[in-house]
């Protein structure tokens, strides 16, 4: 009798958290139609539906998300602005949209900085890891997944450390370290078990198939993903979707061909199952590879062509490579050297309009990939000349068409892997930029000013660090809002901006380093000479007109602190201990001063 309620039991409880779900939204709608446009209230509401819905309808739950960052905004709400900046990243990135994926997520990461919250860094490093790996930049993902680990550990929420820990394993199957893998997943599916989340349970049992599944141990590959599958209520689309186009891998990896076509067509036919887009481009190249091997090539080359539409745009850059390259080999295969051709200029094509944000992981792949090709290319070669050897002379003619067509094919491909590592580099350097770079002045940041002391450090040049802070800066926030303070801020900047030097030999550098304080380090002066640069700067500040979009009658003054040394023997550590120390100084004389570090 127990038994049998135990499992009565199992079968409810999914289900009641799927209809709690459901009439959690319907509450929530009510609500929202009901509160205020910029309330606090309507902010939380829309968040939580994002959450609700960020597995399940992504464009649903990047609408609801957008409609709450201004709110967030408003509010000075750091908190609900990265989890809702966050939220719009990931949406975006579940459909296939990297470059919105991007800047959001980013923005998350800034801001859940400020807040300190280990919960919310956790999250917001574990999403930027996701990113990564997603783009194939194995490298970056663990950076970010190891940070978010350390965060996970400080989190009052166990979940957040399953959760890093499935990342890991994800990371660790694609680098083919299973057997890693498989311990990290056991460990979140543990905690999943602990808080009784059958849903994530599942989606970590799903991680934990795959790395059955690549290190050949195929039967019990086959027995998670069968399980996943039997809780087809519980799971959302995403685990559904990854489980189905896995199953059908095992399915053919154990030669069980009918049952491998059946489930690959039931995730390119069926809605939830190809929900995923890289489930489904996984599930267009299984189908149509095993379709070759058994040399229904008509089907395999319709398949290629079809995923390739499918999934464009939704998917990552490399599983549209995969289905471009696989569709031009079958051509060569067949001889269709022709219709090769034409794919590869089709290919060449579509990849200019791509923005690739991937890095060192998709180059060692194109590496592989141009060393595959010019193998085949040798081996088409070598085929047309014992053929050239053998026929009359009118063959020779065909013969050395197909060899130029080849080359033309190979020349293509290699101009195009240029092209491609021309522009990460640019996007590498256009990411190194905005890291350097304050967001709300446009002038460099901290990381920017310790990267520029760094590259200067053993020089034997006289160096002065002016630490320079806004008098009374709290009360103009407080006064007229964090509007007008930023108005404040970036007329400053432009102020100081203009009296630095700029030229080759005395160029100075200017940071914002948080809040109010500013830095700027200038070379080849001596204490006085320093201290009197800081003067000009006092005065200028002091005598300045503010625009005209800043608070009326507002007067502006700055507290600057010096500090000098030889940049042969300097810290930075210390160069701003130093002149921290004298612009307390300042201050305490009564700001609007000038102190040196002695």
């Given at each position: 009798m127990l038994y049998r309620f135990i499992v009565v039991l199992v079968l409810i409880l999914p289900l009641a958290s799927a209809v709690a779900n459901e009439k959690r939204i319907a509450i929530i709608e009510k609500q929202l139609a009901v509160i205020s446009q910029e309330s606090t209230d309507r902010m939380l509401l829309l968040i939580e539906l994002a959450t609700i819905y960020l597995y399940k309808k992504p464009a649903l739950a990047e609408q609801y998300a957008l409609e709450a960052l201004p709110i967030t905004v408003d509010k000075e709400d750091d908190v609900s602005r990265a989890r809702a900046s966050r939220l719009i990243g990931m949406a975006s990135m579940y459909q296939g949209k990297n470059d919105e994926a991007f800047t959001y997520l980013t923005q998350a990461m800034s801001v859940a900085r400020i807040t300190k919250d280990p919960h919310l860094l956790s999250i917001c490093n574990r999403s930027l890891g996701v990113f990564y790996e997603l783009t194939v930049d194995y490298d970056k993902a663990m950076k970010f997944y190891i940070d978010a680990l350390k965060f996970a550990k400080q989190s009052d929420d166990i979940t957040d450390l399953a959760m890093v820990y499935g990342n890991l394993g994800n990371v660790l199957n694609s680098q083919g370290d299973f057997s890693e893998a498989i311990n990290y997943f056991q460990k979140a599916k543990d905690i999943h078990k602990q808080t009784n989340n059958l849903e994530m349970e599942l989606n970590i049992a799903t991680g934990l198939g795959i790395s059955y599944l690549k290190s050949k141990q195929l039967d019990k590959a086959q027995e998670i993903f069968e399980s996943v599958l039997a809780n087809n209520g519980v799971i959302v689309n995403f685990t559904y979707s990854e489980a189905s186009a896995n199953l059908a891998h095992v399915y053919q990896e154990k030669g069980l061909h009918e049952k491998a076509i059946k489930m690959y067509q039931h995730v390119i036919e069926d809605s939830k199952a190809g929900s995923y887009p890289q489930a489904l481009a996984s599930a267009y190249l299984g189908l149509a590879g095993l379709y070759e091997t058994l040399e229904r090539f008509d089907d395999a080359l319709r398949l290629y062509r079809q995923g390739i539409i499918k999934v464009k745009n939704k998917t990552s850059v490399e599983s549209e490579i995969a289905l471009y390259e696989s569709l031009a080999m079958l051509?060569?295969?067949?001889?269709?050297?022709?219709?090769?051709?034409?794919?590869?200029?089709?290919?060449?094509?579509?990849?200019?309009?791509?923005?690739?944000?991937?890095?060192?992981?998709?180059?060692?792949?194109?590496?592989?990939?141009?060393?595959?090709?010019?193998?085949?290319?040798?081996?088409?070669?070598?085929?047309?000349?014992?053929?050239?050897?053998?026929?009359?002379?009118?063959?020779?003619?065909?013969?050395?068409?197909?060899?130029?067509?080849?080359?033309?094919?190979?020349?293509?491909?290699?101009?195009?892997?240029?092209?491609?590592?021309?522009?990460?580099?640019?996007?590498?350097?256009?990411?190194?930029?905005?890291?350097?770079?304050?967001?709300?002045?446009?002038?460099?940041?901290?990381?920017?000013?310790?990267?520029?002391?760094?590259?200067?450090?053993?020089?034997?040049?006289?160096?002065?660090?002016?630490?320079?802070?806004?008098?009374?800066?709290?009360?103009?926030?407080?006064?007229?809002?964090?509007?007008?303070?930023?108005?404040?801020?970036?007329?400053?900047?432009?102020?100081?901006?203009?009296?630095?030097?700029?030229?080759?030999?005395?160029?100075?550098?200017?940071?914002?380093?948080?809040?109010?304080?500013?830095?700027?380090?200038?070379?080849?002066?001596?204490?006085?000479?320093?201290?009197?640069?800081?003067?000009?700067?006092?005065?200028?500040?002091?005598?300045?007109?503010?625009?005209?979009?800043?608070?009326?009658?507002l007067n502006l003054t700055v507290s600057i602190g010096v500090a000098t040394a030889s940049m042969e023997h300097a810290k930075y550590d210390d160069l701003y201990k130093h002149s921290d120390w004298a612009l307390y100084q300042a201050k305490n004389r009564g700001r609007n001063q000038v102190a040196l570090y002695s």
């Open positions: 051509q060569l295969q067949l001889g269709n050297y022709e219709e090769a051709a034409r794919i590869q200029a089709e290919y060449i094509a579509r990849r200019n309009t791509i923005q690739p944000v991937t890095q060192s992981g998709i180059i060692r792949k194109l590496e592989a990939q141009i060393k595959s090709e010019r193998e085949l290319i040798k081996l088409q070669e070598n085929l047309i000349q014992r053929e050239r050897e053998a026929r009359n002379a009118s063959f020779y003619l065909f013969s050395a068409i197909v060899i130029s067509l080849i080359c033309a094919v190979l020349f293509l491909t290699l101009m195009l892997r240029r092209q491609k590592l021309l522009r990460l580099e640019q996007a590498n350097q256009l990411l190194a930029d905005t890291s350097e770079t304050d967001y709300l002045t446009g002038i460099g940041n901290r990381r920017y000013l310790e990267r520029k002391f760094t590259s200067m450090q053993g020089a034997n040049i006289q160096s002065a660090f002016l630490l320079i802070d806004i008098d009374y800066f709290k009360e103009i926030n407080d006064t007229y809002g964090h509007d007008a303070g930023d108005k404040v801020l970036i007329a400053l900047t432009n102020a100081l901006q203009s009296m630095c030097g700029k030229g080759k030999d005395n160029a100075d550098i200017f940071a914002r380093i948080g809040g109010e304080e500013f830095v700027i380090m200038t070379f080849n002066k001596e204490p006085e000479a320093a201290v009197d640069f800081a003067e000009s700067l006092r005065e200028r500040v002091e005598g300045m007109a503010l625009p005209s979009d800043c608070p009326k009658g």
